[in-house]
Nanobody
Framework: QVQLVESGGGLVQPGGSLRLSCAAS????????MGWYRQAPGKQRELVAA???????NYADSVKGRFTISRDNAKNTVYLQMNSLKPEDTAVYYC????????????WGQGTQVTVSS
């Protein structure tokens, strides 16, 4: 059973930056496409960034040019660098399999809260 542990969230002012990390257990991490998702209060969870096992990335229009997803397969870890943060980026952030590629997800972790506010 894969376990996902997200970290790195916090309170940041508009225009600020945060770097999220997600550590995954298990041996399959290096061969699967991963994604970062977020869920704001009262909204559905959405995929905001994805990365293939080879490092090809894709982003939602709402974060393109501001967020960067990366991975370290040796550490079973995927990262999300978030710059120029806006109040509308406020959400709980999760990592998981890229649902667009596989049509499914592993069990969700606890997520990490990101709050953008002055």
């Amino acid at each position: 059973q894969v376990q996902l542990v997200e970290s790195g969230g916090g309170l940041v002012q508009p225009g600020g930056s945060l770097r999220l990390s997600c550590a995954a257990s298990g041996s399959m991490f290096s061969i699967v496409a991963m994604g970062w998702y977020r869920q704001a209060p009262g909204k559905q969870r959405e995929l905001v960034a994805a990365i293939t096992s080879a490092g090809i990335t894709n982003y939602a229009d709402s974060v393109k040019g501001r967020f960067t997803i990366s991975r370290d397969n040796a550490k079973n870890t995927v990262y999300l660098q978030m710059n120029s943060l806006k109040p509308e980026d406020t959400a709980v952030y999760y990592c998981n399999l890229d649902h667009n590629t596989y049509g499914t997800n592993w069990p969700w972790g606890q997520g990490t809260q990101v709050t953008v506010s002055s």
